[in-house]
C-alpha cells in the first residue's frame, strides 16, 4: 500500500511527501523493501537530487536488502545525465561486486555519459566492453556513439559505426540518420547528407524537422540562403512543420548574408502569426542591425524583446554594447553595461 502511494507521489515530483510517507513507515516499524527503495531513489533522481538518492542507496546496502537492477540503472543513470561519470563508475562497480549483472540499459547510460563527457574513447571502450560480456548493441546504442562521434566531428568513425549496423542487419531510426546528417554538415559535407535523407525515404524513415534544420543550418552558413528558402518551402510543401529553430536559422543566415530586409520580413511575420519568439530570434535580428550600422533599430528590437517578456543573454547584450561604443555612442552602452550587471550576466 505505501510502496504504490510512494510511486504514484514520485511519479508527480513530489518526492519531499513520498519521502514523508518513507518515514512513516519507519516510525510504525514497517520494512521498506526493494520496491519502496528503487522508487524512491528514482524520485530524488528525477528531481536532481543525488545526495539523497544515494543516501537511500547506502541505507539500503547497510540494512542488506537486495537491490535489483533497476535501482543501479537509476542511479547509474542520473550520474551519467550530470556528467558525474566517475560516480556513475562506482555504482557501477558496487553493481559487479553485489553479483549484479548489466544490462543493456546500464551500457547505454555509461556510454551517453561519456559522451556527454566527450570522452569518446571511454565510450567506444564500453561499447565493446558490452559485446564481450555477451550483451548485443541494439539501435540506441548505435545511436549514443554515432551521435558522440558526431558531437566531436570523428564522422568518419560514425560512418563507420552506421555500416557496422547495416552488417548485422541492425534498422537505423530517424535518430540515427538526423545524428549522422548533422555530423556530416557540419563538417561540410552537404551533399551527401542530402543523399542520406533520400535514403531515409527510402528506408521508409522520413526526415523530421530536426534532420531538415541541420541541412538548412549548413546551407546558410555556406552562404546557400536561396536553396535553403527553396528547401524551406519544399519542407512546408510535404507537410512537415518549421519550429522556432528554423526560423530562426533562416533569420540568422539572412542577416549574416546581407539580406537585413527580408529577415525582417520573415521575424515581423512570425510576430504577427503569433509565434513566441525565444532570445536567438531577437539576438539575430540585433546583430543584423548592429552590423548594418542600424542601431537605433537594434534598440527597438531590444525594447520588443522586454516588452515580449524575453530576456536579453549576455551574447544580446555583448553584440549592441560593443557595436554602440564602436558608435561612440558611450553613455547608452554603459547604461546597458549596468543593466547587464544588475542581471547577473557578467
Do not use: W
Request: neutral net charge; contains cysteine; proline residues 2%.
Amino acid at each position: 500500500m505505501y510502496s504504490a502511494i510512494i510511486d504514484s507521489m514520485c511519479k508527480d515530483k513530489l518526492v519531499n511527501h513520498a519521502f514523508d510517507l518513507y518515514s512513516e513507515m519507519i516510525a510504525k516499524k514497517l520494512s521498506p523493501d526493494v520496491v519502496t527503495y528503487s522508487t524512491l531513489i528514482n524520485g530524488f533522481c528525477i528531481v536532481g537530487r543525488l545526495k539523497e538518492a544515494i543516501h537511500l542507496f547506502n541505507k539500503m546496502i547497510s540494512e542488506n536488502i537486495n537491490h535489483n537492477i533497476y535501482t543501479f540503472n537509476t542511479l547509474v543513470d542520473a550520474f551519467c545525465k550530470e556528467g558525474k561519470v566517475k560516480e556513475a563508475k562506482n555504482v557501477f562497480a558496487i553493481m559487479i561486486r553485489k553479483g549484479v549483472k548489466p544490462d543493456i540499459v546500464t551500457y547505454n547510460s555509461l556510454m551517453d555519459g561519456y559522451c556527454l563527457v566527450k570522452e569518446i574513447n571511454k565510450a567506444n571502450g564500453i561499447f565493446n566492453t558490452m559485446a564481450q560480456m555477451g550483451v548485443v548493441p541494439d539501435v540506441q546504442c548505435y545511436n549514443i556513439m554515432i551521435n558522440g562521434f558526431c558531437k566531436i566531428k570523428m564522422v568518419d568513425e560514425a560512418m563507420n559505426l552506421f555500416n557496422e549496423m547495416l552488417c548485422r542487419k541492425i534498422i537505423p531510426d530517424t535518430i540515427t540518420y538526423s545524428s549522422l546528417i548533422d555530423g556530416l554538415c557540419k563538417s561540410g559535407r552537404i551533399s551527401y547528407a542530402s543523399e542520406l535523407v533520400d535514403e531515409m525515404y527510402d528506408r521508409g524513415q522520413p526526415p523530421n524537422i530536426i534532420t531538415y534544420c541541420s541541412i538548412l543550418d549548413a546551407l546558410c552558413k555556406n552562404h546557400h540562403v536561396d536553396k535553403a528558402i527553396a528547401l524551406l518551402t519544399k519542407i512546408k510543401d510535404m507537410g512537415i512543420q518549421p519550429n522556432m529553430c528554423t526560423y530562426n536559422i533562416l533569420i540568422d543566415g539572412l542577416c549574416k548574408g546581407g539580406r537585413l530586409n527580408d529577415a525582417q520580413k520573415v521575424f515581423e511575420d512570425l510576430l504577427v502569426k503569433g509565434y513566441n519568439l525565444d532570445v536567438y530570434t531577437y539576438t539575430a535580428m540585433i546583430h543584423g542591425f548592429c552590423n548594418d550600422g542600424l542601431l537605433d533599430e537594434a534598440l527597438a528590437i531590444l525594447s520588443k524583446m522586454k516588452d515580449n517578456s524575453c530576456i536579453p543573454n549576455a551574447a544580446t547584450y555583448e553584440i549592441i554594447i560593443r557595436s554602440l561604443f564602436d558608435k561612440d555612442e558611450n553613455d547608452k552602452a554603459e547604461k546597458l553595461l549596468r543593466e547587464m550587471i544588475s542581471r547577473g550576466l557578467l
